[in-house]
């Protein structure tokens, strides 16, 4: 396992990437570039700066999160093949840089989605929050104006005021697309690059939906054990693999987390992990949660265990973290308690292998 830790780069992110060197067992950095826009092509120039600032500080550079898929794919409209082009190019660039894993989601027109940005726990730390009841009450024009307003000035990946200025117009397009046609969407897509990214050695490791089920009657896929494995094998090739998300799959409590890593670790479609806690308290209500087991609704050694056990190698990354001690940074993306996590799941990682000596 290579434990990573997610940075916004020089421009959008108030942590250095010393800070990052410090959290002890730190190994590597996963990030992107942030200032090119969804559908455009990574210049490699601008790959190998970000490559070298990384490595100039002690960390490793060979996981992007995310590549992010432009609309038309996920839509299926004529122009994706323009933009399917792009991101075959944007694949040789980050093989010709030494990447080797690559994050993306499918998700039409939101990224991940909360109700909250700040819920005050009872220590007085703050979490990201959502409750399905809330959602179903809101406009997502009015969503979409809270999630920039509570962002404390940074830009949200996946929220992009570019991304979602069409958004009426975004709505109108996906009328029609039910699962099955995000389906044909994303095998389209896979069945273009999964080849280009194998010849590449980048192993695609597509994010699950966040949460894992429908939105505003949009549609979503990567939400299940059943639709993971129809993903992978759409292109039934290695390189077409998943980024284990316990927080997002998990927040749907029919997903049984160690159970997932198991089958497809087993199966060698795991390329990354994101290790996070969530605490639910029904079904489509939950919090985050810092991430002891204790703290929310996982066994976080289990799923530690379910990772070593198939043998994983590939980067892990604590995920979302609450805010505290009087941190100000990007909701979910503080350095103290995703840094706390890190170490908590080392710590969990040590004392497995040292079990199984
Ligand atoms: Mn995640």
Request: with cysteine.
């Amino acid at each position: 396992m290579i434990m990573s830790f997610r940075w916004y780069g020089r421009n959008s992110d108030n942590i250095s990437l010393q800070d990052i060197r410090q959290i002890p067992g730190m190994k590597g950095v996963v990030t992107a570039l942030f200032d090119i826009p969804v559908g455009e092509v990574w210049p490699l120039d601008k790959i190998l700066a970000v490559k070298k600032d990384i490595e100039d500080n002690g960390l490793l550079f060979n996981t992007i999160e995310s590549v992010n898929i432009h609309e038309d794919i996920k839509l299926g409209i004529p122009s994706r093949d323009k933009y399917i082009e792009n991101y075959i190019t944007t694949l040789k660039n980050l093989g010709q840089a030494g990447i080797k894993v690559v994050c993306y989601n499918f998700m039409p027109v939101f990224d991940w989605t909360r109700t909250e940005l700040a819920k005050v726990l009872p220590d007085g730390s703050t979490v990201l929050s959502y409750n399905q009841k809330v959602l179903e009450n809101l406009d997502p024009n009015t969503m979409v104006e809270d999630m920039v307003k509570g962002s404390n000035g940074f830009e949200m990946a996946g929220w992009e005021k570019s991304r979602l200025k069409e958004l009426k117009h975004l709505f109108e397009a996906y009328k029609d697309i039910d699962e099955e046609r995000l389906f044909d969407h994303l095998k389209y897509f896979l069945e273009a690059i999964i080849p280009v990214a194998a010849k590449n050695d980048i192993k695609m490791a597509i994010h699950p939906d966040d949460p894992p089920w429908s939105v505003f009657g949009l549609p979503r896929i990567t939400t299940c054990k059943k639709n993971l494995e129809r993903i992978v094998k759409l292109v039934d090739n290695p390189y077409n693999g998943l980024t284990l998300c316990s927080g997002s799959l998990g927040a749907n409590p029919d997903n049984d987390i160690p159970s997932i890593v198991r089958y497809f670790g087993k199966m060698g479609r795991i390329h990354f992990g994101h290790v996070r806690n969530i605490k639910i308290h029904e079904r489509g209500v939950f919090d985050e949660a810092s991430h002891n087991s204790e703290d929310g609704s996982f066994d976080m050694y289990e799923i530690m265990k379910a990772f070593y056990d198939v043998g994983f190698e590939g980067p892990v990354r604590p995920d979302h973290g609450r805010m505290i001690w009087g941190e100000k940074g990007r909701p979910g993306y503080g350095l103290y308690d995703r840094a706390l996590g890190a170490v908590y799941l080392n710590g969990l990682w040590e004392a497995i292998i040292k079990a199984n000596r």
